[in-house]
Each structure stands twice: as C-alpha cells, then as structure tokens.
C-alpha cells in the first residue's frame, strides 16, 4: 500500500523514540487524526518549548529551566549530602523514594573506555570543588549497580577520599517484594553478603 | 520532587496519547532532551503537518492528501470488488495481507446505540450509491467479528442485498499457526462449523 507521505514522515519520526515500534506508531497517528488540530497543535508546541526552555544546572548538571534546577533551588534541601548520579534521569525515581533529603550531582553518564568516555569527560572536577567549598558531610555514590556504574563510583570514591567527607554507595540486596526463588545468584549472594541484624 | 514545567505540559501531553504510559512519556522526554533541536522540530512539525494534510477520500472515506485515497486513486485496483470496513486503520492490515486488489469502502464507525451511533451517522447511504452506480460485483464486509461488527455487517448486507451484488463476510476460524488447545470455544466452534474440504 503506498502510505500517505505526511502520514508516512510523523511515523518515521515517531519510530525513532524509544519503546515506539510500528504498531504503537501508527496508533498514535491514528489518535491524532481522530483527534482536533488543537490537540496536534498542543503535543508539537510541547515538544520544542521544553527543548528551548530545559538547560543545565549550574550547581549540580541536572536538568534546569533556570540557572539553578528545582532541588538546588530549594531551601529546605540540605547540602550537607550529595547524591551522585550519572544521568538527570535517575534523580526523579530517587526523589519519588522519598528517602533523600540532600542535593544532587549528575555526572553525565559514567566512565565506559569502550564508547571513549573517560573520567575527564565527566562532572567529576566540579563535584570535587562542590565537596572542597561547601560544608559537605557525605557523598552517596548512585550509580547504576552495573560494572560501569561500579567502576565509576569506585574512581569517584578514590577521588574524593583526600576531601575528608564520608564516602557511601547505595545498598545492593534483594528488591522489596522480592521473591527468593525468583532472584539472581548475584543478587541473592549480596543479600547474604550484606545481611543485617534484625 | 517540582517537575520542570515545560517538562510536565510535554509529559501531560504525552500521556494523552494510547498506549503511552508515565514511565514511556518520560523516556520519550529524556531522550528528546538528549537529542539535538532539529530532531525536536522535526517531530513536532511532522504531528502537526500531518493533521493539516490529511481528510477523507471523497469516494470511499479512507484518509487521503488529496481527493482520493491512494487506493482509489490506483489504476491497478479492481472496481468490481469492494470490502466494507469500519475504520481507515483496518485498510493498512488488509493492505499487507495482499489478498485484496478491490477498493475499500469505510463506514467511519458501527452501529452502537449504546453510544448513540445509528446506521444514518455512517457511510451506508454512499456505499449503496457506489453499488448501485458502479460495476460493482461484490463487497465483502470485512467490519470486526465482534457483536457490533456483526450486527453492522447484517444490516449493511440487508440494505445491499436489493442491489443485487454479491455479499460476502470475512471468514471466523482458527488464526495460522493457532493452536487447537488453547483457542477459545467460539472460534473453534466456528471453525468447525465452517471447515473446508481439503
């Protein structure tokens, strides 16, 4: 069947966003033409303005429409604690947790020799100099419990040890709600490994 | 956690589209962020380009650019054969299958009383205009073998029969490659009923 070519180009575009495959593409295509031009309108305004209106911020990489992003903006966080994480993207399941009360600092992805990202590539400098001049207590290491997230905090911790400031990395063990059956080896021999008294 | 608000308008946005839930409008978010302003543009000039170019074929209600839909515009496509379906969506599937080389005729929907669409809100008085007008020696009802699909194939095969046409209905059986075990009573009944000689 020959496609409709403006039809044909928004499917192209959409095929390209993660998780959108055929199906799903032409789905959302079908939507919008069942849908009223305002609705096409709103959606295609929406996807420049946050483009042209998200930077970074200047104190810790995250994702910001102003000079500093919401979490730095905010007076009740404390920056007695800083949370390193490598992408902005990791900072919103954190916040949801509940669990983190401090300030942020994105690396910028992590150390990966094999895609040529090294340390110097990182906000790692900057992290240093916010542990240097501010009144930092502790640094929570939240890279992702991968090798490369493994390898990064490891450099990260080496790097900052001289600081003085106390050094922690995010508990690995069995999920909540996990089933003992179900969980792999390697998790299962860290729940053992960091077993705590109850 | 404050969520952006550029962010937020795009995430709300997203959300509103099927299929798209919290987590994939986020990703989908995050990775327009991490991509260049072109991308962004292009994606956003594409939902609305499309919505601008795109009504119905005069003659037989698929989408179309121009008067006619791409498949009534075709000089390779008989017009002696027309298959009934409810929506333009159900055109591509039947298109891949390759085994219709008529013309479609949509109806822009089914008999629904419970959402209050009777048979006079749909293309049934231009589909017994292009039987009765036409060389028409067939259609084909292809709407969905469900209760309103069926029902709409009735009725429409009860206004056309007058025409003299023949009037045929998409076969029900077993799917290829369906597995006798697991399909539903109803589609093995049918299949039964309406097994073929081989």
Redesign the interface.
């Known amino acids: 069947?020959?496609?409709?070519?403006?039809?044909q180009?928004?499917l192209?575009?959409?095929e390209?966003?993660?998780?959108?495959g055929p199906k799903?593409a032409?789905?959302?295509?079908?939507?919008?033409?069942n849908n009223d031009?305002e609705?096409?309108?709103?959606?295609?305004?929406?996807?420049?303005?946050?483009?042209?209106?998200?930077g970074f911020c200047k104190q810790c990489f995250n994702?910001?429409?102003d000079d500093l992003?919401?979490?730095c903006a905010?007076p009740s966080r404390s920056s007695a604690v800083l949370c390193v994480v490598s992408d902005?993207?990791d900072?919103?399941p954190i916040?949801?947790s509940g669990a983190f009360t401090g300030l942020y600092h994105v690396l910028g992805g992590v150390i990966s020799p094999l895609d040529g990202v090294g340390e110097e590539d990182l906000h790692i400098a900057e992290l240093i100099d916010r542990v240097r001049e501010g009144n930092v207590a502790e640094v929570v290491l939240a890279t992702d419990l991968n090798p490369e997230g493994n390898i990064t905090a490891a450099r990260v911790a080496d790097l900052l040890r001289p600081c003085g400031c106390s050094i922690t990395r995010i508990a690995t063990g069995m999920p909540k709600g996990g089933e003992v059956e179900f969980a792999d080896e390697l998790t299962l021999g860290a729940a053992l490994e960091y077993r705590n008294a109850i």
């Open positions: 069947m020959h496609m409709l070519p403006s039809m180009r928004l192209d575009e959409l390209r966003l993660p998780k959108i799903s032409q789905d959302i295509a079908y939507w919008i033409l031009r609705s096409a309108e709103r959606l295609a305004h929406a996807v420049v303005d946050m483009k042209d209106s998200i994702y910001a429409e992003c919401p979490v905010s902005p993207s900072i919103p916040e949801r």
